[in-house]
């Protein structure tokens, strides 16, 4: 980055670390080498072709993403083995028979009448079964392969269908207080689906787990045959805050210009709010944070955190800083302010492009 | 609305009601009207050329923006006389320029460096200074004359700025219980901004307010000479919890397929997440609600809030609603359910597109 650069950045602008994404791609793909786990990282985090091309780089071949259209997208830059990890929309049935037409597609089913539906399209596809292991968000409870075990006989009367194997995403690992306490959750959804699998005696299934915090943190993986985290690649403030990564792995932030200070609260605002960081919020010591605050380096784009400093209210457009007394001065108007985002895949969505730090803008799906 | 229309509808849609949200504009310019008040409608809610234009079929002039942005949009639609409702981005004083040399633009104020810096630029422009009633999130605080009088006696150096009068965005009605709490607060700012007026002794300066729950709940203006509400075209399950709307006159839902039941928990989950709805919520009887359900009419295209159904959870495409267990019935996989936002300019935003009740679409400006 150079200072002609960050004079150009005017308005809210969400700016990447191509080094550091491409770190944090590289470093969970050996780890999937070396674990020998098939790795199909989750793109709806990115929504972006040319990040797309960087897993490439990488040897990656296999991809997730969250929707019939990303699915298309990505498609038409050459992918052509795509995990939709979202349960079947029943309203999308032509355009999934018209997609795995083309590629090698795989769909999340949790119920029989999906069975039902993707087995009467003219298309082969590969059927991956959604099992909750704690999330309850939706899916097959890993404790009840009665329902599992319907879904697998229904199946058998459908040639075309191809069943891959079971999936989960351990989501809850994100109210994770700790590191250690998102280890225990994501390996304790492993053992549940290896039970699981057991259970119904169906050796040959897969065991698909998604979630970057669970990821991250494993040494090496054992006992599934895929991994499907996506937010690992940029990470955020809730990461940090799971104990998922350390700030220097943090590979984007919310470059926002200073438009007031108050020294009679210590309270600083920017121009950048909910449509640009999103409402995505955790509690740390008693207070809401909806972003972190970094320091401006005009040569690595951003440095280090400024402890004590965190995005405290957003309203559409504004977000309000509480700063310590002692720091009141670093801030004034018109200066830029590096934000590390809650939940970077949100703020991503919204902003819809990434100045990189060589000043060469990418551009993502249009919505 | 019809069948078919509705059978179209493969993936969350934001669907509106013309008719209501005419009303709404109707209803709210006809009381500025009886007032003898301005009203300058902020356009941030729609982001829209096309909704623009249903203003000026009521006569409106004179309209609010949140952004440079925004404002140059609209002058393309051939609106000249424009607020931009945000603190001066010192880094986008290039920008303010032009657009001043083409219309009537109106900026906020709420420092002395902000006076300097405009009143250097070679355009005219009219200046509002920017009052805190309350809300504690930026500008003067009513209650510190002194300052306001340095921005005044400041501002008399430069003849090209006009100091236009004192705005205030009373938005702690937001937090109002209720529709009476909410006038009080809005009819307090009042006070406090008369009060600031008569101290400083500039009775020509003008007094604008600008907050949907105050401006729909005050019967008739009085003791303020603008209004700058902007929700209230669209209004929202937060504008129906604090008692500034009844159900029917809110004009828009996001249309969500339903892709899972789960009556051992008597959840259903829908496809519209965080990425449609965002994540603004409140707390309504313990419980977060990220959105209220309303039932499907192929007619009026949604009808009635189904009562004791509430979004209750949002992942990034996913929405968990709670239903009570005698109407999970009503429920089945892909089905589509009318939600109705919590804030629907977030909404908006996030959507970029309105599907109208006679099929056609409206495009929002570009991001």
């Known amino acids: ?60 071949r296999q991809i997730t993403v969250s929707s019939v259209d990303m699915a298309e997208y990505f498609i038409k830059d050459g992918w052509d083995n795509i995990t939709i990890a979202f349960p079947l929309n029943f309203r999308q049935l032509p355009q999934i028979n018209e997609l795995a037409q083309m590629i090698n597609l795989g769909i999340l089913v949790e119920n029989i009448e999906a069975i039902h539906a993707l087995g009467s399209l003219d298309t082969p596809l590969n059927i991956w079964i959604k099992i909750d292991t704690g999330l309850h968000r939706t899916d097959i409870e890993w404790n009840s392969p009665r329902k599992l075990k319907e879904i697998l006989d229904t199946s058998e009367k459908y040639p075309k269908l191809n069943i891959n194997g079971l999936v989960t995403h351990a989501g809850h690992t994100y109210s ?58 940029f990470f955020d403030a809730e990461q940090l805050e799971i104990g998922s990564c350390k700030p220097e ?13 108050h020294p009679e ?56 800083l509480s700063i310590p007394k002692t720091m009141m001065d670093l801030f004034h108007p018109g200066d830029l302010i590096p934000i590390i985002p809650v939940h970077s895949c949100l703020t991503a969505h919204l902003m819809r492009r990434y100045l990189c730090l060589d000043g060469h803008m990418i551009d993502m799906m249009p919505i």
């Open 249 to 261: 792995q943090i590979s984007v932030a919310l470059f926002c210009p200073i438009v007031a200070s």
């Open 1 to 60: 980055m150079n200072s002609t650069l960050l004079e150009n950045i005017i308005k809210p602008t969400l700016v990447l670390d191509e080094n550091k994404v491409r770190e944090n791609i590289h470093f969970m793909a050996e780890k999937a080498r070396r674990s020998n786990v098939i790795f199909r990282p989750h793109f709806k985090t990115h929504q972006s072709r040319e990040i797309g091309r960087w897993f490439r780089d990488e040897d990656v």
């Open 265 to 320: 609260r210590n309270e600083v605002v920017i121009y950048g709010g909910a449509v640009h960081l999103s409402k995505e919020m955790y509690i740390h010591s008693d207070q809401p944070c909806y972003g972190l605050v970094a320091s401006l380096d005009s040569n690595k784009g951003w440095g280090e955190l400024l402890q004590g400093c965190t995005v405290t209210r957003l309203s559409q457009e504004h977000g309000v």
């Open 176 to 233: 994770a207080k700790t590191a250690e306490e998102a280890v225990q959750i994501h390996n304790q959804s492993i053992k549940y689906m290896n039970d699981l699998r057991q259970f119904i005696n169906k050796p040959h299934l897969l065991i698909s787990v998604g979630d970057t915090p669970g990821c991250s943190q494993i040494p090496e993986f054992s006992a599934i045959d895929e991994i499907r985290p996506g937010n690992f690649i």
